[in-house]
């Protein structure tokens, strides 16, 4: 077994996290990532009320007696959610854990730290996290640039920032963006991490509610087959590679605005991706892990086979390049 101040801090069997992914986090794939002894978040905005997202906690809880969190991504809009509504649902559910992203989370936790809720903030950039820390949340996540949605603007890999932020905070940290296996929970673990957060590896195991031949797209994925959209806009987001992605990189490149592909990027033509299962319908997130990923497992499953080949890898590979003093 591996057990990290993450573990500790969080209330957690294992060292693996997953995070909230816009209609991908509901009940019963958090549910089965905490059956697992990992940590799984609701997506707050995944539901359209507060009052519904009271409900999925409710429904996650008949499906698991384990800890598990919500996510609330705070993101600018011209007619914003009502956050506050939203975090008044996670405090009276009795939630435990929140995972904040996007913007500054500093108005919600005082709220969130006075219902003992412990907060990891997810973070694409060393100062970032610094700030987070400074703050007063419990943990970080670290996205480096291989990861699915918003990799941030400095385009800085994992392998070099896991470490740089290591250096700079003292709370718990795990790593985001390209991890999907035992290689990689080793590696973030040797680099400084406290464990690893997945969303694409997650996307594609049983439990995930979304359509089977999506699933099946991400098996059939190399590395290679995402695109980076809205950089000219320094709001970039990584995606699955398809004819709307790619159009959206094309008109963006050709000195296009936000308006000329509004509707190619629209939300709900992502969403009915996931429901009517036509990857080629709009714009999904996708991570470069994708190249990784060869099945469609059960969490259970996925969870098992990383931590007990992360051991072996720790205890039998690398140990055996120990030389005796």
């Avoid at 939203?86 to 992203?101: H, L, W």
């Avoid at 670290?142 to 920032?161: M, S, Y």
Wanted: charged share 25%; with cysteine; net charge negative.
């Amino acid at each position: 077994m591996l057990r990290t101040r993450f573990c500790e801090v969080f209330g957690v069997e294992h060292p693996i996290a997953q995070g909230g992914m816009q209609w991908v986090g509901r009940a019963e794939l958090v549910a089965a990532v905490a059956n697992a002894g990992a940590l799984g978040f609701i997506t707050a905005l995944t539901q359209p009320t507060p009052e519904a997202l009271a409900k999925e906690i409710v429904r996650c809880r008949e499906l698991t007696d384990r800890p598990f969190g919500v996510n609330l991504t705070i993101l600018p809009s011209i007619n914003p959610p009502p956050y506050d509504e939203y975090r008044a649902a996670i405090v009276d559910s009795g939630v435990k854990i929140v995972e904040t992203a996007g913007f500054n989370p500093q108005a919600h936790l005082p709220d969130f730290h006075r219902a003992g809720i412990k907060v990891l903030h997810k973070c694409t950039s060393v100062r970032h996290a610094v700030k987070a820390e400074s703050i007063g949340v419990d943990g970080v996540s670290i996205d480096g640039f291989e990861c699915a949605g918003h990799p941030g603007e400095d385009d800085i890999p994992g392998l070099v920032l896991i470490p740089a932020a290591a250096d700079k905070i003292s709370i718990p940290m795990i790593a985001s963006g390209g991890f999907g296996d035992a290689r990689g929970l080793v590696a973030a673990l040797a680099l400084g991490a406290d464990g690893i957060n997945m969303g694409t590896r997650f996307m594609c195991t049983v439990e995930s509610p979304i359509h089977q031949r999506v699933k099946e797209q991400i098996v059939a994925s190399s590395e290679r087959d995402t695109e980076l959209i809205f950089r000219s806009l320094r709001n970039t987001a990584r995606v699955s590679s398809n004819a709307v992605s790619r159009d959206v990189v094309r008109i963006l490149d050709e000195g296009g605005e936000f308006a000329d592909v509004r509707d190619l990027v629209a939300g709900s033509r992502g969403r009915k991706v996931f429901e009517l299962g036509d990857p080629e319908h709009g714009i999904w997130s996708a991570g470069l892990v994708q190249g990784l990923i060869k099945d469609i497992p059960t969490v259970g499953e996925l969870v098992r086979r990383i931590v007990t080949e992360a051991v072996e890898i720790i205890d039998g590979r690398l140990a055996a390049m120990t030389l005796p003093a």
